[in-house]
C-alpha cells in the first residue's frame, strides 16, 4: 500500500524565486492538503485540494497557490520567496467522507531553505 | 488564546513509566481529535483519533476526550525510549473547516 509521497526532499532557493513542490497522495485517497511547518511550531494549514479545485484555504498570502490533477497528485507552488518561508512543507493526504471523519495521513516533507 | 494548546514540554519519564500529554481547544463545536507523533526531522505520523467523549485504547496508547472542558490527552503505557518524540495534537472542527489545526507539540523524553 504505497503511502504519500512527496518531492523533492530537499531545497535550496534565494529571495525572490519560485518553487514547486510535488505530491503524490496515498493509495485510494482523493483529497490532498498542504501545510507549512516551521522549527518548533506544529503544521499551518495553507490550502485543500478536492476534485481539482481549492476547497479550503488558510491565511496564507496569494504567493502560495496550487493544483491538483486527475490523478489525485498536487503541486504547491510559491513565488517571490521570502526568507520566511524557509519551513518543511508537509502534503497529507485523505479520503473525502463527513468532514470532520476525515483522517489526514502526512508525507515525508520538502525542508525548503531560503537564502 | 491559541486555538489548540499544549505544554511543550520535555516532559521526562522513566522507562515503563505512563506518559500523560495533554491539550486543550477553544473552539467548542469541535468534532474530532488526532494525535500524531513527530520524530526529530521527520513528518508527523498518525497515532489515533477520536470522536466520542470518553477513552479510547489502541495497544499502548489511550487518546482521552471530554468536549465539555474541551480537552483532550493522550496517555502512553510502559513507555520506551522509542517513544521519545514531539507529540501533536490536531482539531477538526465541524463549522465546514476541514483543516486540521495543531497544537506546538510536547516533546516527550523516555529515560533508559
Known amino acids: 500500500d504505497a503511502g504519500v509521497t512527496q518531492s523533492p526532499t530537499h531545497l535550496i532557493k534565494t529571495r525572490g524565486q519560485q518553487v514547486t513542490l510535488r505530491c503524490s497522495p496515498k493509495s485510494g485517497h482523493d483529497t490532498v492538503s498542504w501545510y507549512q511547518q516551521a522549527l518548533g511550531q506544529g503544521p499551518q494549514f495553507i490550502f485543500q485540494y478536492y476534485e481539482e479545485e481549492e476547497r479550503q484555504r488558510g491565511n496564507f498570502p496569494d504567493r502560495f497557490s496550487g493544483h491538483q490533477f486527475p490523478n489525485y497528485s498536487s503541486e504547491l507552488n510559491v513565488n517571490a520567496l521570502l526568507l520566511g518561508d524557509s519551513a518543511l512543507y508537509l502534503c497529507a493526504s485523505s479520503l473525502v467522507g463527513t468532514e470532520y471523519q476525515e483522517t489526514q495521513y502526512f508525507g515525508p516533507g520538502t525542508r525548503l531553505l531560503v537564502l | 488564546q491559541k486555538e489548540v494548546e499544549q505544554n511543550s514540554g520535555p516532559l521526562s519519564v522513566p522507562e515503563g513509566a505512563i506518559a500523560s500529554l495533554n491539550c486543550t481547544y477553544s473552539d467548542r463545536v469541535s468534532q474530532s481529535f488526532f494525535w500524531y507523533r513527530q520524530y526529530s526531522g521527520k513528518s508527523p505520523e498518525l497515532i489515533m483519533s477520536i470522536y466520542s467523549n470518553g477513552d479510547k485504547e489502541d495497544g499502548r496508547f489511550t487518546a482521552q476526550l471530554n468536549k465539555a472542558s474541551q480537552y483532550v490527552s493522550l496517555l502512553i503505557r510502559d513507555s520506551q525510549p522509542s517513544d521519545s518524540a514531539t507529540y501533536l495534537c490536531?482539531?477538526?472542527?465541524?463549522?465546514?473547516?476541514?483543516?486540521?489545526?495543531f497544537g506546538s507539540g510536547t516533546r516527550l523524553q523516555v529515560q533508559p
Open positions: 490536531a482539531v477538526n472542527s465541524q463549522t465546514g473547516r476541514r483543516a486540521l489545526t
